[in-house]
T-cell receptor
Framework: GNSVTQMEGPVTLSEEAFLTINCTYT??????LFWYVQYPGEGLQLLLK?????DKGSNKGFEATYRKETTSFHLEKGSVQVSDSAVYFC?????????????FGKGTKLT | NAGVTQTPKFQVLKTGQSMTLQCAQD?????MSWYRQDPGMGLRLIHY???????DQGEVPNGYNVSRSTTEDFPLRLLSAAPSQTSVYFC????????????FGPGTRLTVT
């Protein structure tokens, strides 16, 4: 089946530090990959996405590259800010078989 | 354009009580879904609907009921609340053919004592 595994948190960084949150996936075919962010007390917002191998999604200084060879979609940011404190979720949609359901990782809290 | 709205924001129930969590959207999206979010578990799909009159079960449907009589509304019913249903509940919508465009509501925090 489809699944997403992301690094366990919490992750605590100083301002301007480099951020990496690892995400790997299991899926047949060619899923679309996403990172969602949840700020304290709010719902989830789409941060970035990539729909095919070698695509790079980027937004608000965050980047992630769809690596099919390593089945990974790691989230990176060169210089984090206090305002980036949130929970980050990696997710996939695999439309093979007609399913459009998002599958989420367990989330990584960044402080 | 309010997007996806959920009510109430907070709710406390006693074991055995019933209640309905409301979800409404004004984006004319066919696809709506309910998730629950628990610490260390990520989001898990409870039920979803691909259009008015059509619903289906997700990963954790037990103890929950849904119906979809209109495109705009997708209420989630707890028939007999249990402490295991203490969670944060999120409603989400998407256009039918755009699985990469999910929009989430602000959530309902439910505590069952």
């Amino acid at each position: 089946g489809n699944s997403v595994t992301q690094m366990e948190g919490p992750v605590t960084l100083s301002e301007e530090a480099f951020l990496t949150i690892n995400c790997t996936y299991t899926a047949t075919g060619y899923p679309s990959l996403f990172w969602y962010v949840q700020y304290p007390g709010e719902g989830l917002q789409l941060l970035l996405k990539a729909t095919k191998a070698d695509d790079k999604g980027s937004n608000k200084g965050f980047e992630a590259t769809y690596r099919k060879e390593t089945t990974s979609f790691h989230l990176e940011k060169g210089s984090v800010q206090v305002s980036d404190s949130a929970v980050y979720f990696c997710a996939l949609i695999n439309t093979q078989g007609g399913s459009e359901k998002l599958v989420f990782g367990k989330g990584t809290k960044l402080t | 354009n309010a997007g996806v709205t959920q009510t109430p924001k907070f709710q406390v129930l006693k074991t055995g009580q019933s209640m309905t969590l409301q979800c409404a959207q004004d984006m004319n999206h066919e696809y709506m879904s309910w998730y629950r979010q628990d610490p260390g578990m990520g989001l898990r799909l409870i039920h979803y609907s691909v259009g008015a009159g059509i619903t289906d079960q997700g990963e954790v449907p037990n103890g929950y009921n849904v119906s979809r009589s209109t495109t705009e509304d997708f209420p989630l019913r707890l028939l007999s609340a249990a402490p295991s249903q203490t969670s944060v509940y999120f409603c989400a919508t998407q256009p039918w053919d755009r699985g990469d465009e999910q929009y989430f509501g602000p959530g309902t925090r439910l505590t069952v004592t």
